[in-house]
């Protein structure tokens, strides 16, 4: 499959992408979370029971992996790549190094990895990985963003998605501006807005083709201590759309949002709407952690024995942002068995 082939291929109606790339540290935080020990076997155990659920595949067109992820292999000895292969869901990558802080610049961030990013693309090819995701990290206060800081993270993903189309890949361009905070909507739309337009016009100084690669962007939400709490579904969506239409070229054959937060319910509702308002110049899906992930988990609790219910719990989760992505989802499907 050419590049625009598969960048078309993981937002197909119906289907999104799971983000199951949480790196050694986070994916320890969320299994403290459910008192189960971060040991290799507990991880693969973990994946192998999301990447097992039968039916997720209706849903599911991609799963990003961690390098740990990427080479190991199943109970049974076929390797966890060959299992979503078999299920036709196309494997992908995290390639970032996570991120350090930005000089001269407090409180602020960049993300690392581009130092031999090339021959490590390469290597991940083999292995079986079709697309890439590489994420920075935004976030409000008072003082910030700089410019400076979007300037240098845009930058880097720009140069991260022209090395991963030389090696036949497929980038994710995830420039995350987070929910943390007590900002409003209409400064995360404000953020928002400037830190997409930094990243297109990178993007385009460095030549890369929109058409064989995915936006992984934030909604425009507000923060998670706003004084006026959540947002409606609605509000969210007119702010969302307002802001891509703005910034985001129809070359790009999709936007998968990251959940960044948002509780698993919320998450599929506010996809729901803002697709309901479509149609868009995009496809408008997801490529959610936590919030695919977060009632399989709590089912799981890292317990073969509860197998069964992580899986059902992930399924339902798949099956439901699956709706959203095509705005036919209802509230009332969450009672539904
Ligand atoms: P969340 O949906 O949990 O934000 O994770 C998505 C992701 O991949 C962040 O990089």
Not at 8 to 13: D, F, K
Not at 166 to 184: F, K
């Amino acid at each position: 499959m050419s590049l625009h082939e598969v960048a078309r291929a993981l937002v197909a109606p119906g289907k999104g992408i799971l983000a199951a790339d949480e790196s050694s540290g986070t994916i320890k935080k969320r299994f403290d979370g459910i008192g189960c020990e971060s040991t290799e076997d507990r991880r693969r155990a973990y994946r192998e029971m999301l990447f097992t659920t039968a039916g997720a595949a209706s849903n599911v067109s991609g799963v990003i992996l961690f390098d740990e992820t990427i080479r190991q292999s199943a109970n049974d000895g076929r390797t966890l790549v060959s299992i979503l292969e078999a299920e036709g869901v196309i494997p992908g990558i995290k390639v970032d190094k996570g991120t350090v802080p930005l000089h001269n610049a407090p409180g602020e961030l960049i993300t690392e990895g581009l130092d031999g990013l090339g021959a490590r693309l390469a290597e991940y090819r083999e292995l079986g990985a079709k697309f890439a995701k590489w994420r920075a990290v935004i976030d409000i206060s008072a003082t910030i963003p700089t410019q400076y800081c979007l300037d240098v993270n845009a930058h880097a993903l720009a140069r991260y998605a022209a090395l991963c189309q030389q090696e036949g890949i497929v980038p994710i361009i995830e420039p995350e501006v987070l929910m943390d905070g007590a900002h409003s909507i209409e400064t995360c739309l404000e953020v928002t807005t400037r830190t997409l337009h930094t990243v297109f016009n990178a993007c385009f100084d460095q030549s890369v083709d929109l058409r064989g690669a995915l936006l992984k962007p934030n909604m425009v939400i507000p923060g998670k201590l706003h004084s006026g709490g959540a947002a409606t579904p609605d509000a969210i969506a007119e702010a969302t759309i307002r802001c891509f239409e703005e910034t985001v070229p129809a070359a790009i054959p999709g936007i998968v949002f990251l959940s960044g937060g948002q509780s698993d319910t919320e998450a599929t509702a506010n996809l729901d709407a803002i697709n309901k308002r479509g149609p868009h110049p995009w496809s408008f899906s997801f490529s959610y952690g936590r919030a695919l992930q977060a009632p399989a988990l709590a089912a799981w609790k890292g317990l073969d024995a509860n197998i069964a219910a992580g899986q059902a719990a992930y399924g339902k989760r798949a099956r439901l942002n699956g709706a959203a992505a095509e705005g036919k989802y209802d509230n009332s499907m969450e009672s539904a068995s």
